[in-house]
T-cell receptor
Framework: GAVVSQHPSRVICKSGTSVKIECRSL??????MFWYRQFPKKSLMLMAT?????????EQGVEKDKFLINHASLTLSTLTVTSAHPEDSSFYIC????????????FGPGTRLTVL | SQELEQSPQSLIVQEGKNLTINCTSS?????LYWYKQKYGEGLIFLMM?????EEKSHEKITAKLDEKKQQSSLHITASQPSHAGIYLC?????????????FGTGTRLQVTL
């Protein structure tokens, strides 16, 4: 079946550094991918829609200069948290729709970011 | 914007007992998804419902979408410890599987022995 991977699964960094998270569709192409953020004991909140070949679409309240998204190819989207601060610590999950005829989106296993 | 409210927020049941989780939408649902998540891990797809009155089952889990397409329920029969986790309902924006999802508030399920 379709699989979406994320790397890294966990990352700890110091305040002020930038962290890149990769989301890959392993056996299908995805022109669109979605990035979600989840705080402890909370639901998933959509951050942005990653579009291959064009700019990402950000949800209201999400800083596009803070969370840089690049959809480099039909199988790879990256989320870069720039100048990370402790309040950016969270669980980040990506998803990708496998295309028509499928009844679900596929979610990555998530990346836990801890900013010290 | 669409909002999904889940109830209850958390649930503790004894193994073998049945339980129901509800998901209520502020708008008509085009596609309603149920996922299970273990804390700190990715989402496991359970079921998707699209038609009013639709009902789907997989093993001991049954999901229903009401006729008005604004409420869905997830029912687990004879719960087991493996059912423990966070259950999330999600709604797409009407464009099918290529659409971004709005998630419900989540229901945390614990199953005791």
């Amino acid at each position: 079946g379709a699989v979406v991977s994320q790397h890294p699964s966990r990352v700890i960094c110091k305040s002020g550094t930038s962290v890149k998270i990769e989301c890959r569709s392993l056996d299908f192409q995805a022109t669109t991918m979605f990035w979600y953020r989840q705080f402890p004991k909370k639901s998933l909140m959509l951050m942005a829609t990653s579009n291959e070949g064009s700019k990402a679409t950000y949800e209201q309240g999400v800083e596009k200069d803070k969370f840089l998204i690049n959809h480099a190819s039909l199988t790879l989207s990256t989320l870069t948290v720039t100048s990370a601060h402790p309040e950016d610590s969270s669980f980040y999950i990506c998803s990708a729709p496998p295309g028509r005829g499928r009844d679900t989106q596929y979610f990555g296993p998530g990346t836990r970011l801890t900013v010290l | 914007s669409q909002e999904l409210e889940q109830s209850p927020q958390s649930l503790i049941v004894q193994e073998g007992k049945n339980l129901t989780i509800n998901c209520t939408s502020s708008k008509t649902l085009y596609g309603l998804y149920w996922y299970k998540q273990k804390y700190g891990e990715g989402l496991i797809f359970l079921m998707m419902l699209q038609k009013g009155g639709e009902e789907k089952s997989h093993e001991k889990i049954t999901a229903k979408l009401d006729e008005k397409k604004q409420q869905s329920s997830l029912h687990i029969t004879a719960s087991q410890p493996s059912h423990a986790g966070i259950y999330l309902c999600g709604a797409d924006g009407g464009a099918g599987t290529a659409s971004k999802l709005t998630f419900g508030t989540g229901t945390r399920l614990q199953v005791t022995l």
